[in-house]
């Protein structure tokens, strides 16, 4: 079994920086991509950035490039999400998630497990 827990988040000032991380239970972490996605209030889940298993390629969604970075430390089990030059469009629960199905790494279907979820709030 696996767990994703999450840590970090809270509130931030437009324009501020957060860092999310999850820890990864179980010693097959370093064998997957790993993804983060959100979801804002009555919107859909949505892709934020992913890594794959050796962290040597990452992806993001436009609205984040720039301004996030995923990282991860796979002696550590932990990925990491460095959110800058926050918006209060980025106000969402985030999640992080394990690609364990093949597809594409931005579709949320792709990824099998998945940490409880961490609310971010920006204020404007």
């Known amino acids: 079994q696996v767990q994703l827990v999450q840590s970090g988040g809270g509130l931030v000032q437009a324009g501020g920086s957060l860092r999310l991380s999850c820890v990864a239970s179980?010693?097959?972490?370093?064998?997957?991509?790993m993804g983060w996605f959100r979801q804002a209030p009555g919107k859909e889940r949505e892709f934020v950035a992913a890594i794959t298993w050796t962290g040597g390629s990452t992806y993001y969604a436009d609205s984040v490039k720039d301004r996030f970075t995923i990282s991860r430390d796979n002696d550590k089990n932990t990925l990491y999400l460095q959110m800058n030059s926050l918006k209060p469009e980025d106000t969402a629960v985030y999640y992080c998630?394990?690609?364990?199905?093949?597809?594409?790494?931005?579709?949320?279907?792709?990824?099998?497990?998945w940490g409880q979820g961490t609310q971010v709030t920006v204020s404007s």
């Open positions: 179980g010693r097959t972490f370093s064998r997957y991509t």
């Open positions: 998630a394990r690609q364990g199905y093949s597809g594409s790494y931005f579709t949320a279907q792709s990824y099998d497990y």
